[in-house]
C-alpha cells in the first residue's frame, strides 16, 4: 500500500515557473514507476509524465515536452515534476500517481495509487 502527497501548486502568471512535489509512504518506493496527471474543470484527466523505477527512463505528453520535467529522489521517496514557461490551459488540479510496476505508463488505469491533487493556476 502506497500513500501520496502532492504539494507546490499554487497561482503563477504565464512564464512562470511552479516545482511540484509529491511524497509518498508505504513499501519499496523505488520499485514504483510514477506519473503526473492534471484534470481540468469539465475535462478528463489527461497523462502529464512518468518515470520509471530506476529513475532511467521518462514519457511526456507532447504538450508539456520541453517544458517540464519529471525527477525522482529514491532516498526521499520522492517525485518532482518541474514546470517551465508555464500558459494558461496548463492550469488544472495535478495529481501524483504510483504504479504497481518499475515500468511507467502513460495510462492512468495502470496507476493504482493517488494523492489527492495540488492545484496549479495560471494567470494571462
Known amino acids: 500500500q502506497v500513500q501520496l502527497v502532492e504539494s507546490g501548486g499554487g497561482l503563477v502568471q504565464a512564464g512562470g515557473s511552479l516545482r511540484l512535489s509529491c511524497a509518498a509512504s508505504?513499501?519499496?518506493?523505488?520499485?514504483?514507476?510514477m506519473g503526473w496527471f492534471r484534470q481540468a474543470p469539465g475535462k478528463e484527466r489527461d497523462f502529464v509524465a512518468a518515470?520509471?523505477?530506476?529513475?532511467?527512463?521518462?514519457y511526456y505528453a507532447d504538450s508539456v515536452k520541453g517544458r517540464f520535467t519529471i525527477s525522482r529522489d529514491n532516498a526521499k521517496n520522492t517525485v518532482y515534476l518541474q514546470m517551465n514557461i508555464l500558459k494558461p490551459e496548463d492550469t488544472a488540479l495535478y495529481y501524483c500517481a504510483a504504479g504497481g510496476d518499475i515500468l511507467p505508463s502513460t495510462r492512468a488505469s495502470e496507476y493504482p495509487y493517488w494523492g489527492r491533487g495540488t492545484q496549479v493556476t495560471v494567470s494571462s
Open positions: 518515470i520509471s523505477g530506476t529513475g532511467r527512463t521518462t
Open positions: 508505504g513499501r519499496t518506493f523505488s520499485t514504483y514507476a
